[in-house]
């Protein structure tokens, strides 16, 4: 069974940083891309960043560059999210997620229950 | 950037009433490969969101098969055949062909 399991979050000032974890069981981890999407309170979804296999490319939402930094473990099968410089406006549930495709194989995304974030002086 | 216009955004729905949701693409989701990246999701209140079809038509495990999806191209649409009072909740179309955007939502909500 594919498990996402997200922890990291909580309360931090603004300017503050903040580390997300992930933690991934069920699967293959190095043979897929990794991506963290985020939900503002009352607000709809977001991509935030997205990684692929061997963490040799990396990619982030324009809002977010120089910001935030995704990394991965393939040896511990985790995902990270590192941010810095945090604003009011990055409070949100963030979400780990799988992405569809091994190779040319394709099947379903899967979703972590996600980890508030929560920038408030 | 893709953008995904999901309508209507508020639906009443009468349980045992079909009901649909529209979801319109700036461009579209074809892949060169023949994979069109366009998802389903329902989240209830409080909820995380919950895949509901992936790939535009493949349900996933353990939705009810009231649920369906179809399309192509750059129209796609969310079908349920009967409306149970559990399926309220917003729903959002995600296209994931050209990086990841999601549709604006659609609220679900009783009569």
């Known amino acids: 069974e594919v498990q996402l399991v997200e922890s990291g979050g909580g309360l931090v000032q603004p300017g503050g940083s903040l580390r997300l974890s992930c933690a991934a069981s069920g699967f293959i981890f190095s043979s897929y891309w990794m991506y963290w999407v985020r939900q503002a309170p009352g607000e709809g979804l977001e991509w935030v960043a997205k990684i692929n296999e061997d963490g040799s490319e990396k990619y982030y939402v324009d809002s977010e560059k120089g910001r935030f930094t995704i990394s991965r473990d393939n040896a511990k099968n985790s995902l990270s999210l590192q941010m810095n410089s945090l604003r009011a406006e990055d409070t949100a549930v963030y979400y780990c997620v799988r992405g569809y495709c091994t190779g040319n194989r394709c099947s379903r995304p899967y979703w972590g229950q996600g980890t508030l974030v929560s920038v408030t002086s | 950037d893709i953008v995904l216009t999901q309508s209507p955004l508020s639906l009443p729905v009468t349980p045992g009433e079909p009901a649909s949701i529209s979801c319109k693409s700036s461009?579209?989701?074809?892949?060169?490969?023949?994979?069109?990246?366009l998802d389903w999701y329902l989240q209830k209140p409080g909820q995380s969101p919950q895949l509901l079809i992936y790939?535009?038509?493949n349900r996933a495990s353990g939705v009810p098969d009231r649920f369906s999806g179809s399309g192509s191209g750059t129209d796609f649409t969310l079908k349920i055949s009967r409306v149970e009072a559990e399926d309220v909740g917003v729903y959002y179309c995600?296209?994931?062909?050209?990086?990841?955007?999601f549709g604006q939502g659609t609220k679900v909500e009783i009569k």
């Open positions: 461009q579209s989701l074809l892949r060169s490969d023949g994979y069109s990246f």
């Open positions: 995600m296209q994931a062909t050209q990086s990841w955007t």
């Open positions: 790939l535009v038509s």
